[in-house]
T-cell receptor, first 115, second 112 residues
Framework: DAGVIQSPRHEVTEMGQEVTLRCKPISGHDYLFWYRQTMMRGLELLIY????????DSGMPEDRFSAKMPNASFSTLKIQPSEPRDSAVYFC?????????????FGPGTRLTVL | GENVEQHPSTLSVQEGDSAVIKCTYS??????FPWYKQELGKRPQLIID?????GEKKDQRIAVTLNKTAKHFSLHITETQPEDSAVYFC???????????FGKGTKLTVNP
């Protein structure tokens, strides 16, 4: 398996522009997570899905952020309009939950810079 | 909700020494405690985890201990090597959900 795939790996944009980050989870995994990592705030969970349904979006900072999972193999995180404080590394992760917790596998991340 | 505190934030040791990183959590219902390692510019990767039915788990030079009464768990790395240099994160689930709350991380530097 190729692991969790994210694109783009790097994104540089100007304030006010729309940004779309993409994620393909590991095949067969039923949970997908979006995290944001910054020096100041560490690793924060933004939202997670179970079987394509959003379960907890309490970490989404504001209405400028939205996430979708139209099918089991694809998810997007959109920021519109983007602001300089959105600059961070965004990770997608996936896991398969049976009766116990299992490892969350992280993608390589997208480094977002908003100028 | 769950609150995870991690100490120290930075740790510098000489090659061959041991390193210990400690975490406390607040949700007494938590029953799964993973540790992730993140090398510079890379993704976090699971190195070891422990479930609440055991007090200690070991994997070669890495061990994790859990004290449920005190609500703390620790990562122990013995015979440290330069390739152990990384940021280490502890985590705990919130309210029995799949949501993991991560500590702020410990930057470990192993000096040759």
């Amino acid at each position: 398996d190729a692991g969790v795939i994210q694109s783009p790996r790097h994104e540089v944009t100007e304030m006010g522009q729309e940004v779309t980050l993409r994620c393909k989870p590991i095949s067969g995994h039923d949970y997908l997570f979006w995290y944001r990592q910054t020096m100041m705030r560490g690793l924060e969970l933004l939202i997670y899905f179970n079987n394509n349904v959003p379960i907890d979006d309490s970490g989404m900072p504001e209405d400028r952020f939205s996430a979708k999972m139209p099918n089991a193999s694809f998810s997007t995180l959109k920021i519109q309009p983007s602001e300089p404080r959105d600059s961070a590394v965004y990770f997608c992760a996936s896991t398969l939950r049976d009766r116990v917790y299992n490892e969350q596998f992280f993608g390589p991340g997208t480094r977002l810079t908003v100028l | 909700g769950e609150n995870v505190e991690q100490h120290p934030s930075t740790l510098s040791v000489q090659e061959g020494d041991s390193a210990v990183i400690k975490c406390t959590y607040s949700d007494s219902a938590s029953n799964y405690f993973p540790w992730y390692k993140q090398e510079l510019g890379k993704r976090p990767q699971l190195i070891i985890d422990i479930r609440s039915n055991v007090g200690e788990k070991k994997d070669q030079r890495i061990a994790v201990t859990l004290n449920k009464t005190a609500k703390h768990f620790s990562l122990h790395i013995t015979e440290t090597q330069p390739e152990d240099s990384a940021v280490y994160f502890c985590a705990a689930p919130q309210g029995g959900s799949e949501k993991l709350v991560f500590g702020k991380g410990t930057k470990l530097t192993v000096n040759p």
